[in-house]
């Protein structure tokens, strides 16, 4: 079985662009993943295994990973955030180096069983995680992601929408998130000068196979057609005139939305 296409190598995957894995349900941009779901840009070199509910992961190896954010060569990390090399056994936890055991931790490096950042013996350590995680379970929290009310952004200004922006305000409402109604408005100076895309043309130009910019368009602020504003930096215009590309038409955001459209 093999759904939504752009798949190789790849046995019983559903998804966009997933190579030499199996078992794979909703992933997109996968690499040697095994038995996975709910996967974006998850890539091992020696194969990762029993991977759940992740963005973001490359590592040579992996196992058992489940609601991960970004993540580097670990094992049996759950409703984390940011972990690097050689982390084990990390558990609702966020910006973790090279730790095991740990759990409600934020920012350690080279430590182990340490529960909200304070050290414990191995046995002190296991006994109070004990009680945690019944406490978690009576409260019907055990294995869920951090609760919506930890998030402050609106649903439709995070990542998620971003990658997916088809949920309605009932689904966004029913899973307890915000969602802003109103676009955002953008107050643009009234002495600065608004340069329409349709106008780009007086600021560019091919010539000998490649595309000149004029300098003065750092001085500009650039309007597309669907009314955003957005500037071009001096590092952004450097690296257009380095390769010869045309100034982009969209704005920064659109563009970047354009990397998660598979279909």
């Known amino acids: 079985m093999s759904k939504r296409g752009n798949n190789f190598g790849s046995t019983n995957v559903e998804g966009d662009l997933i ?23 998850v ?43 050689g982390a084990t056994n990390i558990y609702y936890s966020c910006d973790i180096i090279s730790c ?20 414990y013996s191995k046995e002190e350590r296991f006994e109070l995680a004990n009680k945690i995680f019944v406490q978690m379970e009576k409260d019907w929290i055990l294995g869920q992601f951090f609760p919506w009310w930890t998030n402050p952004f609106y649903f439709n200004d995070t990542v998620a929408y971003l ?42 130009w091919f010539e000998n196979w490649v595309w000149k910019i004029d300098p003065e368009i750092l001085k500009k602020v650039i309007k597309d057609e669907k009314g955003n504003y957005y500037r071009i930096v001096k590092m952004e215009y450097d690296f257009l005139m380095k390769h010869g590309l045309p100034l982009p038409e969209l704005h920064w955001l659109e563009r970047i939305k354009l990397g998660f459209r598979f279909k």
């Open 19 to 41: 190579f030499k894995s199996e078992n794979i349900k909703n992933g997109n941009l996968c690499y040697n993943v095994k038995d996975g779901r709910n996967l974006i840009l």
């Open 43 to 85: 890539w091992s070199r020696d194969g990762a295994e029993h991977i759940y509910d992740c963005f973001t992961w490359w590592s040579p190896y992996g196992l058992d990973f489940y609601g991960v954010m970004g993540a580097w060569a670990a094992e049996n990390i759950y409703n984390v955030a940011y972990i690097d090399f």
């Open 100 to 119: 095991s055991y740990c759990i409600w931790c934020v920012g350690l490096k080279n430590k182990q069983f340490c529960i909200l950042n304070k050290e």
């Open 163 to 204: 990658i997916d922006d088809s949920f309605t305000k009932e689904e966004v409402a029913k899973q307890w998130y915000l969602r802003r109604d109103e676009e955002i408005k953008v107050n643009i100076p009234a002495w600065a000068e608004i340069v329409e895309v349709k106008d780009l043309k007086n600021y560019q």
